[in-house]
């Protein structure tokens, strides 16, 4: 049995504005992608292999050029920020656009692990990419053979 939500003043059955209100999630910022000042910050996927870590960052409408990217002890960051201006006028008006974007993201880096000299980043298609090889001695190997005596 469930139970089922019924408006018994024969009102319609669109969902009043204080419903609507509080049934959305207006303080999980990091569920909708944006940050606690409200801008948005690009959603990241983070992949592990053996070989590797992969780290991509959706972020369109920028170029490489674009990106700060640093490794400070174990502490990776990837920045950027853009800002464009637009000034037009016609027929005596006059019309400035003007926008700003930013964000920042850092990522504590296992220091044991990971190969910080070797790390490689690409931006292509609105993708920033980032693989991050880890050292000889904490790639898995397979299993080893023990012969018995």
Do not use: C
Request: aromatic share 10%; glycine share 4%.
């Amino acid at each position: 049995m469930s139970l089922v939500k019924r408006n018994s003043n024969n009102q319609s059955a669109v969902p009043s504005l204080f419903d609507d209100f509080f049934s959305r999630e207006f303080f999980n910022w990091g569920n909708n992608n944006y940050s606690a000042t409200r801008t948005t910050v690009p959603a990241v996927n983070v992949k592990e292999t053996n070989e590797e870590f992969e780290v991509e960052v959706a972020a369109p409408g920028m170029s490489k050029e674009d990106f700060n990217i640093t490794l400070d002890h174990n502490y990776l960051t990837i920045s950027s920020s853009k800002q464009q201006e637009q000034n037009s006028e016609e027929h005596g008006y006059t019309r400035r656009e003007f926008s700003y974007q930013s964000f920042s993201r850092s990522f504590e880096l296992p220091t044991d692990v990971v190969d910080g000299e070797n790390i490689k980043a690409t931006y292509d298609n609105g993708l920033l990419r980032l693989v991050i090889p880890k050292k000889e001695e904490a790639k898995q190997k397979g299993p080893k053979t023990i012969q018995v005596s």
